[in-house]
C-alpha cells in the first residue's frame, strides 16, 4: 500500500520560509516523478511544482524563484523549501506521485501553510 505522508506546514509571516517533507511508504520514490499541489481557500487545487525521476523540476509561475524541489532518494523524501512566503501561498499543500509529472496517482492527505501576518 502506498502512503504519502506531508508535514512541515504552519503559520508564518509574510515574507517567511517554510520547508514541506513528503515521505512516502510502500514505494520506491526514486523511480517515480512527485508533486507539490496548493488547495487554497475556496479555490480548486493546482499544480506547484514537480520533480521528475531524473531530477528534472518545473514551478507554476508565482512559484518560480522563491520555491526549490528537491528529492533524497536514499530517504525516500521529496522536499519543497518555500521562501519570500505571501499571503496568496496560503492553503494545503498535497505532495503527489505517479510515473509522470502530468499523471499523479497517490496523493497524501495534506498539510496546511497558512502566511499571514
Known amino acids: 500500500q502506498v502512503v504519502l505522508v506531508e508535514s512541515g506546514g504552519g503559520l508564518v509571516q509574510p515574507g517567511g520560509s517554510l520547508r514541506l517533507s513528503c515521505a512516502a511508504h510502500?514505494?520506491?520514490?526514486?523511480?517515480?516523478?512527485v508533486g507539490w499541489f496548493r488547495q487554497a481557500p475556496g479555490k480548486e487545487r493546482e499544480g506547484v511544482s514537480c520533480i521528475d525521476s531524473d531530477g528534472n523540476s518545473n514551478y507554476e509561475d508565482s512559484a518560480k524563484g522563491r520555491f526549490t524541489i528537491s528529492r533524497d532518494n536514499g530517504m525516500r523524501k521529496v522536499y519543497l523549501q518555500m521562501n519570500s512566503l505571501k499571503p496568496e501561498d496560503t492553503g494545503v499543500y498535497y505532495c503527489a506521485t505517479g510515473w509522470r509529472c502530468q499523471a499523479m496517482d497517490y496523493w497524501g492527505k495534506g498539510t496546511l501553510v497558512t502566511v499571514s501576518s
Open positions: 510502500g514505494v520506491a520514490l526514486e523511480f517515480y516523478a
